[in-house]
C-alpha cells in the first residue's frame, strides 16, 4: 500500500468531468480518478476550508460513524477493473473491532480528508492508472500536469458547486 494525499480537483477538457487527482507522499506518482460533481464540490469545500451552514453529506456519514462508536482509521483504493475504480473505509470500535466499508473512492477520499484519515493505494491500482511525475523522459508532461492541477481554483467550480448546494439543501 502507498499512502496518498489530495493534489486537487481538475476538469476534464473533453467531458467537463471533475477529476480528483492524488499523489504519492513523495510526489512522483499521481493517480487522476474521475468523481462525480457533487464528490468535486465537498472535495474542494474541504480543501478551500469553506464552510456551510448545515452538514454535508460527508459530514452526516462521519457524523453518524462516529456517534455509534466507530472511529475512521484508513480508506483505500484497492481495485481497478474497466476504469471503475473500488475503495473501502476502514472503520475501529473501541475494542479493536475493524469493520470494512465498501465505497466510491470518490466518497471515501472526502470523508477521509475531513478528518485527516490516511489514504492508501495499492500496488495494482497506481500500476494501472498512475502518471509518473518523476521520469525525466516525462519531465515537461509531468510538469504541465502539475501546474494545470495548482492552476484550478474554486471558481472554476462554481457553477458546480452552486448547483450542487441546491440540490443538497432542504427547500
Same mark, same amino acid.
Given at each position: ?82 476504469? &471503475?475504480?473500488? @475503495?473501502?473505509?476502514?472503520? =475501529?470500535? +473501541?475494542?479493536? !473491532? ?6 466510491? $473512492? /470518490? *466518497? ?24 509518473? &511525475?518523476?521520469? @525525466?523522459?516525462?519531465?515537461? =508532461?509531468? +510538469?504541465?500536469? !502539475? ?6 481554483? $474554486? /471558481? *472554476? ?15
Amino acid at each position: 500500500m502507498i499512502e496518498m494525499k489530495v493534489m486537487g480537483i481538475a476538469l476534464d477538457t473533453r467531458t467537463g468531468s471533475p477529476i480528483v487527482v492524488l499523489h504519492d507522499t513523495e510526489n512522483r506518482r499521481a493517480l487522476p480518478i474521475w468523481i462525480g460533481s457533487a464528490e468535486a464540490s465537498s472535495i474542494i469545500r474541504k480543501i478551500e476550508n469553506l464552510s456551510v451552514a448545515r452538514p454535508m453529506t460527508h459530514d452526516l456519514i462521519i457524523s453518524i460513524i462516529e456517534k455509534t462508536g466507530y472511529k475512521i482509521t484508513k480508506v483505500e483504493i484497492n481495485d481497478v477493473e474497466k476504469e &471503475t475504480y473500488f @475503495a473501502v473505509i476502514f472503520l =475501529e470500535d +473501541e475494542n479493536g !473491532k475493524v469493520i470494512e466499508i465498501d465505497s466510491r $473512492p /470518490s *466518497d471515501a477520499i472526502a470523508v477521509a480528508i475531513r478528518i485527516d484519515a490516511p489514504i492508501y493505494v495499492t500496488a495494482n491500482v497506481l500500476s494501472n492508472g498512475s502518471v509518473s &511525475t518523476d521520469s @525525466a523522459k516525462d519531465a515537461q =508532461e509531468a +510538469e504541465e500536469f !502539475k501546474n494545470f492541477v495548482q492552476s484550478i481554483k $474554486p /471558481s *472554476d467550480f462554481a457553477k458546480l458547486m452552486k448547483d450542487n448546494d441546491h440540490h443538497e439543501s432542504d427547500q
